[in-house]
């Protein structure tokens, strides 16, 4: 991230860490650094902003700097002490500023691991329902999830005209589907040929039967027909 | 001769525990316990399980296995290679964790940089309410709570746990700060 804020001006040329330790170090005056360019390159961040705000951070802590050493110092006691404010204030930023370099390093090395997969179970894992025949919640949130992401990736081909999907018609097709075949997939009911909308209303449909027990979904997410009590008690 | 033959056999049982062991755990198994458990049968020392580890390695790496050895958090343990990683992104598709936001690297970093550190001390290098993310962190197990400071109400101090070393691919604390030193 420090190569981002990357300056180039007159006296200096490097990363922005560098130049505020050798402020702190006294080895560049602050007095040498031009306002301007300064500012310029301020302006110049607040339109890109991809560059992050850090930047405009250590920029902004510059010119306050700056405009302290160009205000007339009445004593020389002040001046101690805006010395050591200064020494401080610098110390934070850099202090502060490590640690963001720190953590960017964290990211790659997260981003990294998720390219191993450790023994037995994933080790970014979700929880899984415990319940032996029915799918649990977070299955079935995890399905939604994933069909609206097929979705977006389908997207629309060509809209003729947006038909309106209700519920009720695709609870009964659901119902005379499930009547005739054992089982379906999820494969099957959302198929690409339908709409976001249609897959919605659908998935709608789906939790409505599940709610009147009509319907229940296995743990290998079939949709499979509910014996109805009686059926159940032969 | 038959001194060559019974040191193979026991190299060659040392190495199956090994592999026995790490098979049936998903987290870093430590050297020392490795070490405790082979020596129920076969005395040995640091230097021959080191390198029959090592030798282990090489092996799956020479009969280009889909898994290795690797010296993670503090252990060792097994994990599939990075190759394998496009398939099972695919069988794992909605299991994969969540990413660590950019403040709470910020905040991980200060705390195995500075550890045991206060959330005070914390908020002090920030400059804002940490508060938060401390508690999603201890929640992902990436911190705990290691001591009280004696101090006035007695704060928590935090530190980094094993699950943070796995987590971010890194073998122990002392190669945390070699590579991250500020």
Known sequence: MLNLSHISITNFNGPMALL???????????????????????????????????????????????????????????????????SELIN?????????????????????????????HNPFE??????????????????????LE??????????????????????????????????????????ENKSRQEWIVLFLAILELI???????????????????????? | MDRKETFTTRRKEIKRIIE???????????????KEIVEIDYPTNRLELQTILKGMHEEYEKNENAFQIVELGGGYMLRTIKEMHPYLAKLHQNRR????????????????????????EIEKIRGVDSSGI????????????????EAPGRPSQYGVTQKFLTHFGLKSRDELKLSLTP
């Open chain 1, 20 to 86: 505020l330790y050798l402020i702190q170090k006294e080895e560049l005056d602050i007095f040498d650094i031009t306002l301007k360019e300064l500012t310029l390159h301020y302006l110049e961040t607040i339109q890109d902003f991809d560059l992050k705000s850090d930047f405009l951070e250590c920029i902004s802590f510059l010119l306050l700097l700056k405009s302290r050493r160009l205000l007339p110092t009445a004593t020389t006691v002040m001046d101690e002490d805006i010395q050591e404010i200064r």
């Open chain 1, 92 to 120: 934070k930023l850099l202090e502060h500023m490590n640690f963001k370099d720190v953590a960017d390093s964290l990211i790659k090395k997260e981003e990294n691991e998720f390219n191993f997969f450790a023994r037995g």
């Open chain 1, 126 to 147: 979700e929880k899984k329902g415990l319940g032996l025949e029915e799918v649990a919640i977070q299955d079935l949130a995890n399905k939604l999830q994933e069909l």
């Open chain 1, 150 to 191: 097929r979705a977006e990736k389908n997207g629309p081909k060509k809209i003729v005209w947006e038909e309106a999907f209700e519920i009720g018609p695709k609870i009964l097709w659901l119902e005379e589907t499930l009547s005739k075949i054992e089982h379906l997939s999820f494969d099957e009911v959302f198929t």
């Open chain 1, 211 to 234: 709610k009147a027990q009509k319907i229940l979904i296995d743990k290998n997410l079939w949709i499979v027909k509910r014996p109805s009590p009686q059926e159940e008690k032969k």
């Open chain 2, 20 to 34: 026995a062991l790490l098979f049936s755990t998903n987290e870093p198994l430590s050297f020392e316990k490795m």
């Open chain 2, 97 to 120: 964790g969540e990413k660590i936001s950019k403040s709470g690297a910020t905040v991980l970093a200060i705390i195995a940089y500075k550890e045991p550190i206060t959330r005070s």
């Open chain 2, 134 to 149: 401390l508690h999603t962190l201890l929640e992902r197990e990436l911190i705990e709570v290691v001591g009280k400071l």
